[in-house]
């Protein structure tokens, strides 16, 4: 089996990719994705890892998007990392979650003893940022106990620190995978823990524009929202996928909570782009 949904410390997981890779192979899956937050800078050093172990790797990334102001999470596998214009958007999309976490730091440092330095020292170097790491900083000054009670306590969208960052939108972002060559797959698409839900009309037009599947069993996708999905699926032949979405010590999930079947995995190396199908190095 494969766990299609990890981050490592390349974007906001706790782990630098070898020791991720290392759990993946002691829990005896058969491979794994690594699908960091806009970045597929961990890419090499995992197939690396990968190849060490005997596990079969899946490039992927897990994109920002927002919908109107709805935050969407789009993975995507297989896809040509060199793509212009994908490139161009990740870019704009990690520059805008730099300036945006710096903003909120400005916010929290009226209330507590945070500097954007303490922030940058739970940054890896080269990493997408997000909230995770101004999480890791006020666990790191003792004003929360772990990262968790971060997001629950002062993190959330709720709170007066929070701030919404540029996100391309998720219709285009579908476009733009197909257009690198990759598959693009809805992450935790029933979350209602992480805020609004994208619409109906957001995922029929992700459909329209060539989703090839959703992430039915995650965590945090509710037994009536898995339900929905399973019947959306069967209806526009999409392919389903389980994951953990692990972040290493950061959060609950623990890797291979959630897999996806080989054949699944055949079914999405089918749909790849022909950059892939040469054989072309990650
Ligand atoms: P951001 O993308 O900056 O808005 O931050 C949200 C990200 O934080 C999501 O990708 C979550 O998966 C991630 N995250 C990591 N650890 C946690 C946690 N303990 N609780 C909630 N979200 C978390
Ligand atoms: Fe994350
Ligand atoms: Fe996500
Ligand atoms: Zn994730």
Redesign the pocket.
């Known amino acids: 089996m494969y766990d299609l949904h990890t981050h490592s410390c390349t974007s906001?997981g706790t782990q630098p990719v070898a020791e991720l890779v290392a759990e993946v192979a002691a829990l005896g899956l058969t491979g794994f994705a690594l699908t960091d937050?806009d970045t597929t800078a961990g890419w090499s050093l995992a197939q690396a890892e990968a190849d060490k172990w005997g596990l079969d790797f899946v490039p992927g990334m897990e994109i920002?998007c927002s919908a109107q102001g709805v935050s969407v999470h789009l993975l995507c596998y297989l896809h040509d990392p060199h793509h212009e214009g994908l490139c161009a958007e990740m870019e704009r999309s990690r520059g805008a979650?730099r300036s945006r976490a710096q903003r909120m730091v400005e916010r929290l440092s009226e209330d507590y003893p945070l500097t954007w330095d303490t922030v940058q020292e739970h940054v890896h170097q080269g990493a997408t940022v997000?909230?995770?790491h101004i999480?890791d900083a006020l666990v790191a000054i003792g004003a929360v106990t772990t990262?968790?009670e971060a997001?629950q306590r002062v993190l959330t969208p709720s709170s007066p620190y929070y701030i919404p960052h540029y996100a391309v939108d998720p219709v285009e972002a579908v476009q733009l995978v197909r257009q690198a060559g990759g598959v693009p797959v809805m992450a935790h698409p029933r979350a209602p823990s992480r805020g609004r839900l994208a619409s109906d009309e957001t995922i029929y037009a992700m459909i329209d524009a060539g989703l090839a599947g959703v992430e039915v069993y995650h965590r945090d996708n509710p037994p009536e929202g898995r339900q929905w999905l399973l019947d959306l699926a069967s209806r526009h032949d999409l392919l389903v996928t389980g994951s953990s979405?692990y972040?290493g010590a950061?959060?609950p999930n623990l890797l291979g909570e959630n897999t996806t079947d080989p054949q699944t995995v055949a079914a999405l190396r089918a749909q790849a782009g022909s950059h892939q199908k040469l054989g072309e190095q990650v």
């Open positions: 906001d937050h920002s979650r997000g909230r995770p999480a990262r968790t997001f979405d972040h950061g959060k």
